[in-house]
């Protein structure tokens, strides 16, 4: 999060203190301190971005997460000069001549959009993405030759806290954008999978939304105090740590689950898009009313006997395997006859099955999370969700309701 240069308790700046030594010393301790976590992440950040680089799966996608991870670490080696008195602030507004802003947000958009198979590989196109990280960079290597640490003029400052200010606002508007990938992206996966609680990225989205929140909060902060650092801002280095430890959150998540989008790239080809029932893309696979009417029969009957729903992993494939169907007609199916995704569908089952268990009288003294997980539901999340979504009460409402009878 390039930007913030905390740097009031350096000697070169002096403190602006009200004569309270104790001010003082507080302020070196919290130097000291702030250093050594940024020297740590630092290094952190290089392992993450060397293991990210050489890991197989998604490698395409890997390469600009493993990019983002080594300016992160950049980025914290500069914050741990900074704090050690090593690399004091040569212009009034404390700005890095590296312009972080302007890498992070294009590096994250293309690692999730390469994920999402929103792009199927980087071409010449996306490097546009990365001129003005080239453009800005250039920029500031001249003037930092080219101009000494107290003839700065008027004009220039200006100027660079518009474009820093822009790059700001570029990196937030692609990791908004990156979220709306992902939320179209589990929208498809409600096509294939009938749980997606293990796969639906909700920890990567939270980590996306906050880092929009932390890179307005800077923003903020720079135009608050003009681009000018004279005091040690506890907030700020707080805010920068923060963020550091989101995009350790993004870099162990596609660590720990490398084969996330792989299973939804094998489904690609067989379903047709996540459009709307009468979408063109389902036209093609129209059958004759009569004999999708039997499939639709067909389809009843083999959830009422067989309760493939008590699956937690059930997908289109294996459902279609066992109705002799393709994926593309099971698809069409449900989505024109039945006017439901997968998802829905076979969660609509588990919630009647697990209705019918919190009627029983057996199963009174029963948790309803044992229930909800002996009806196919595999996280508490998903099946409060739907079952509040097909009966309008949360099942704790349900069972009390029964009670009441």
């Known amino acids: 999060m390039g930007g913030i240069r905390p740097g009031g308790c350096n000697s070169r700046n002096g403190y602006v203190l009200t ?4 001010r003082r010393t507080t302020c070196s301790i919290m130097r ?15 392992f993450l971005s060397i293991l ?14 493993s990019l983002f991870m080594c300016f992160t670490a950049l980025d914290l080696f500069e914050l741990f000069l900074g704090a050690r008195g090593h690399l004091g602030p040569t212009r009034p507004y404390q700005l890095s001549i590296i312009p972080y802003s302007f890498i992070f947000g294009p590096s994250i958009f293309l690692y999730i959009a390469l994920l999402t198979a929103r792009i199927q590989s980087f ?5 546009l993405l990365y001129a003005p990280f080239a453009a800005v960079l250039s920029a500031h290597i001249i003037l930092h030759f080219s101009l000494g640490p107290r003839d700065v003029p008027a004009a220039v400052t200006h100027a660079d806290m518009i474009i820093n200010g822009g790059g700001l606002i570029f990196e ?6 990156s979220l709306v990938l992902l939320q179209k992206y589990i929208g ?5 999978f009938s749980a997606i609680d293990a796969i639906k990225l909700s920890l990567i989205r939270t980590a996306l939304a906050f880092l929009i929140l932390v890179v307005f909060f800077i923003l903020l902060s720079l135009l608050r105090d003009g681009y000018v650092r004279r005091e040690y801002k506890l907030l700020d280095s707080v805010t920068i740590l923060i963020s550091v430890g989101i995009e350790f959150i993004i870099a162990f998540f596609a660590m720990i689950q490398p084969e996330l989008f792989n299973r939804v ?33 067909n389809l009843r009957e083999y959830m009422a006997e067989k309760k493939p729903y008590l699956q937690e992993e059930l997908t289109l494939q294996e459902m279609a ?3 002799s169907l393709s994926t593309q007609h099971l698809s069409m199916i449900l989505n024109i006859r039945i006017e439901q995704n997968f998802f829905n569908f076979v969660n609509s089952y588990r919630v009647e099955e697990a209705k019918r268990k919190l009627v029983d009288p057996d199963n009174r003294n029963r948790s309803i999370l044992t229930i909800a997980y002996e009806a196919g539901f595999n996280s508490k999340s998903t099946f409060n969700t739907m079952f509040k979504k097909f009966t309008g009460k949360t099942p704790r409402e349900y069972r009390a309701g029964l009670s009441v009878q």
């Open 52 to 65: 990210l680089a050489v890991k197989k799966n998604n490698r395409k996608a890997n390469r600009h997460l």
């Open 172 to 177: 937030a508007a692609l990791y908004a954008l």
């Open 32 to 46: 000291e301190i702030f250093g050594i976590i940024c020297f740590a992440g630092a290094l952190q950040a290089l």
């Open 321 to 323: 395997d066992d109705l």
């Open 123 to 127: 071409s010449k196109k996306h490097l």
């Open 265 to 297: 790239r094998l489904m690609e080809n067989a379903v047709p898009g996540n459009e709307a029932a009468s979408g063109p893309k389902y036209e093609k696979f129209r059958l004759p009313a009569s004999e999708e009417e039997k499939h639709v029969r």
């Open 188 to 192: 498809r996966l409600k096509e294939y």
């Open 19 to 22: 004569g309270a030594r104790r």
